[in-house]
């Protein structure tokens, strides 16, 4: 979470978009990414808590507040995110990217599980 709130700070869309699950990649708006990046003064992060849970994959929540200054004034964003961790990599589960895969069908992390089995229950936490 610290590394993707850092790339916001820095711009580095490129680094938001691979962080991001891989079948999620292709729906992200990155302009709207880097608008949001490069229109606002970052002014901090506080994770709040984290929780990693066993298995293959692994999964994880991230609860975290994002503050930051723009043209119409200070905001926070208070959030639990996804996770799911890949090939010794993880990947944030974006919730504005919408998925549908059917509880049967193979899981979008390309675990090689079923979505039900896998990662069902962490799109919609």
């Known amino acids: 979470m610290r ?3 850092s790339a916001y700070v820095l711009g580095l869309i490129d680094y938001l978009v691979v962080t ?3 079948a999620q990649q292709a729906g ?3 302009q709207s990414i880097s608008n ?5 003064t970052w002014l901090g992060l506080d994770v709040e808590s984290s929780e ?4 293959q994959p692994e999964h ?6 994002a503050r930051w200054h723009d043209d119409q004034g200070e905001h926070s964003h208070r959030e639990r995110s996804s996770f799911v961790q890949n ?3 993880w990947y944030f589960i974006d919730p504005t990217v919408q998925l549908k895969p059917g509880r049967n069908d ?3 992390c390309a675990s090689g599980q079923k979505f039900k089995k896998c990662c069902a229950g962490y799109f919609s936490a």
């Not at 990693?52 to 298995?55: L, Y």
């Open 3 to 5: 590394s993707r709130y």
């Open 20 to 22: 991001t699950l891989p």
């Open 28 to 30: 992200l708006d990155r």
């Open 36 to 40: 949001w990046s490069a229109q606002s």
């Open 52 to 55: 990693v849970f066993g298995g």
């Open 60 to 65: 994880a929540f991230v609860t975290f507040t």
């Open 87 to 89: 090939a010794g990599r």
């Open 106 to 108: 193979a899981c979008p």
